[in-house]
T-cell receptor, first 110, second 116 residues
Framework: KQEVTQIPAALSVPEGENLVLNCSFTDSAIYNLQWFRQDPGKGLTSLLLIQSSQREQTSGRLNASLDKSSGRSTLYIAASQPGDSATYLCALRVDYKLSFGAGTTVTVRA | GAVVSQHPSWVICKSGTSVKIECRSLDFQATTMFWYRQFPKQSLMLMATSNEGSKATYEQGVEKDKFLINHASLTLSTLTVTSAHPEDSSFYIC????????????FGDGTRLSIL
């Protein structure tokens, strides 16, 4: 069974600082990996999707890397803003299912 | 982009009643829909997967008689929590995926269910 771990569980940084969020997984036989953002009481917004054959994806201030051999993915958010405050979830697709981590809750202080 | 609408967003009801949650894909055909449950500060747990016109496949430990799932059309799936009790209070999120194995899942905004 795929185990997905996100550390730290919570993170507080001053505005402008770069964010580094980690995701580790136990089974490298994945189809793809996705990073989501979840605001309090809301659903999930997809941020980046990395296919199994890719090493990274970038969108604006966001960059996600994937290292299947070590079972790790990292989400980088450059020059954080208060609007980046949210919970960030990573999810791995194996077959047709997604396995989620518990998330990292980020607070960006103005 | 693909939009999934979930309704209602919040429901409060008395113990013993049944509650229906709707999940609609607004601009694409959802051949597969997924229902998740999320407890505070925990990850999403897959409850069941449904394909249009077929019976839902439930994950281990999920009571199929308690959580009734219907996926009658390519744009609508419903989750009915039958005889709800306080322990069923949670955040329920649906997602939908279009035709094709490599299609991503698109998520609804979730339903906060509170059973008194």
């Amino acid at each position: 069974k795929q185990e997905v771990t996100q550390i730290p569980a919570a993170l507080s940084v001053p505005e402008g600082e770069n964010l580094v969020l980690n995701c580790s997984f136990t089974d490298s036989a994945i189809y793809n990996l996705q990073w989501f953002r979840q605001d309090p009481g809301k659903g999930l917004t997809s941020l980046l999707l990395i296919q199994s054959s890719q090493r990274e994806q970038t969108s604006g201030r966001l960059n996600a890397s994937l290292d299947k051999s070590s079972g790790r993915s990292t989400l980088y958010i450059a020059a954080s803003q208060p609007g980046d405050s949210a919970t960030y979830l990573c999810a791995l697709r194996v077959d047709y299912k997604l396995s989620f981590g518990a998330g990292t809750t980020v607070t960006v202080r103005a | 982009g693909a939009v999934v609408s979930q309704h209602p967003s919040w429901v409060i009801c008395k113990s013993g009643t049944s509650v229906k949650i709707e999940c609609r894909s607004l601009d694409f055909q959802a051949t597969t829909m997924f229902w998740y449950r999320q407890f505070p500060k925990q990850s999403l747990m897959l409850m069941a997967t449904s394909n249009e016109g077929s019976k839902a496949t439930y994950e281990q430990g999920v009571e199929k008689d308690k959580f009734l799932i219907n996926h009658a059309s390519l744009t609508l799936s419903t989750l009915t929590v039958t005889s709800a009790h306080p322990e069923d209070s949670s955040f329920y999120i649906c997602s939908a995926r279009g035709r094709g194995y490599n299609q991503p899942q698109h998520f609804g905004d979730g339903t906060r269910l509170s059973i008194l």
